[in-house]
C-alpha cells in the first residue's frame, strides 16, 4: 500500500510539473500584443529528420534535413531547406561539444523584380550539449552560437541559441513521453543589406507535445510549436508567428 501511495505521489507531481512548466512558458498576450496591421500569423509544417552516428573513440557523426513548408492555409510551399552537418566529442557522461555546417535555402520569398525569390545563407556553429535526469525528466540543455553569412547581408551575423527540451516518460506507457521544449534566439550584432539581421531578440520557438520511442534506434516527436519572431523590416518587438505542425525524427546509429 505504501508503494502504491509513493507511485500516486509521483505521478501527481509529474502532472503537476508538466503543467506549472508549460504555463510558465506560455508567452504573455500582453507582453506580444500588437496592432493587426503589423502583427504577421502564419500556419506551417515542418518535419526534419536528425541522424545521429557513433564512431570510435567518443567521437560522434551528425546530419540534419530539415525541410519547412509555410501558408499551409492557403494551399501550402516549401519556405526553407536545412542541411545541417556536424562532428561531435563526448567529454563526460553528460557533456558533448560540436562543430558543424549549415546551408539554408530560402525559397518562395516574397520580392519585387528583378530580385529573386530564393536566396540562401551559409553558417558555421559551435555548439554544446548537456543531458541530466531531474525526478522522472530527462532534460537536454544546448548552447549554440552561429555565424551567419547571409545573401543580401553585407558581413557576418552572430546569433547566440539556448535551448531546454524535456522528456517525460509516461508510468503507465514508458515508450510515450510528454515532449516540450523552449528555445530563444539573440542576434549578437547588426548587419547592415537589405536581409541583414538587427542585434537583440530574433526569435522564440516553443513546443509541446508528444514522443514515441519505437526502438534503442528510433524515435519521434509529434506536436505543436509556436514560433514568435521579429522581422526588421516591421515595426514591433515581436511581430511575427508561426503555428506549426511539428514532426521530428531521431534515428541513432
Do not use: C
Not at 42 to 47: I, S, V, Y
Not at 65 to 84: A, C, E, S, T
Amino acid at each position: 500500500m505504501q508503494r502504491v501511495a509513493i507511485s500516486r505521489r509521483r505521478r501527481v507531481t509529474g502532472i503537476i510539473s508538466i503543467s506549472v512548466f508549460v504555463w510558465s512558458l506560455l508567452p504573455s498576450p500582453v507582453a506580444f500584443a500588437q496592432s493587426p496591421s503589423t502583427f504577421k500569423q502564419d500556419l506551417a509544417l515542418w518535419a526534419p529528420v536528425f541522424m545521429t552516428v557513433k564512431l570510435p573513440k567518443s567521437f560522434y557523426a551528425y546530419m540534419e534535413v530539415n525541410p519547412r513548408f509555410f501558408d499551409l492555409d492557403d494551399g501550402g510551399d516549401i519556405g526553407q531547406l536545412l542541411l545541417r552537418p556536424a562532428a561531435g566529442y563526448q567529454l563526460t557522461e553528460k557533456l558533448s561539444i560540436w562543430q558543424g555546417y549549415a546551408w539554408v535555402g530560402n525559397f518562395n520569398v516574397p520580392h519585387t523584380p528583378p530580385q529573386s525569390s530564393f536566396f540562401e545563407e551559409n553558417r558555421i556553429y559551435q555548439q554544446a550539449n548537456y543531458v541530466h535526469k531531474f525526478q522522472s525528466w530527462n532534460t537536454l540543455s544546448r548552447f549554440r552560437l552561429e555565424e551567419r553569412w547571409i545573401e543580401g547581408a553585407a558581413g557576418t551575423a552572430v546569433r547566440l541559441r539556448l535551448m531546454w527540451r524535456g522528456l517525460y516518460p509516461l508510468p503507465i506507457a514508458p515508450e510515450w513521453a510528454f515532449a516540450t521544449y523552449d528555445e530563444v534566439f539573440i542576434n549578437l550584432n547588426t548587419v547592415e543589406g537589405r536581409r541583414g539581421p538587427e542585434a537583440g531578440f530574433d526569435q522564440n520557438r516553443f513546443f509541446i507535445g508528444i514522443n514515441r520511442t519505437f526502438s534503442k534506434r528510433f524515435n519521434m516527436d509529434f506536436g505543436y510549436q509556436n514560433q514568435l519572431g521579429n522581422v526588421r523590416s516591421i515595426p514591433d518587438l515581436a511581430n511575427t508567428m508561426n503555428h506549426t505542425i511539428l514532426f521530428n525524427f531521431f534515428i541513432n546509429l
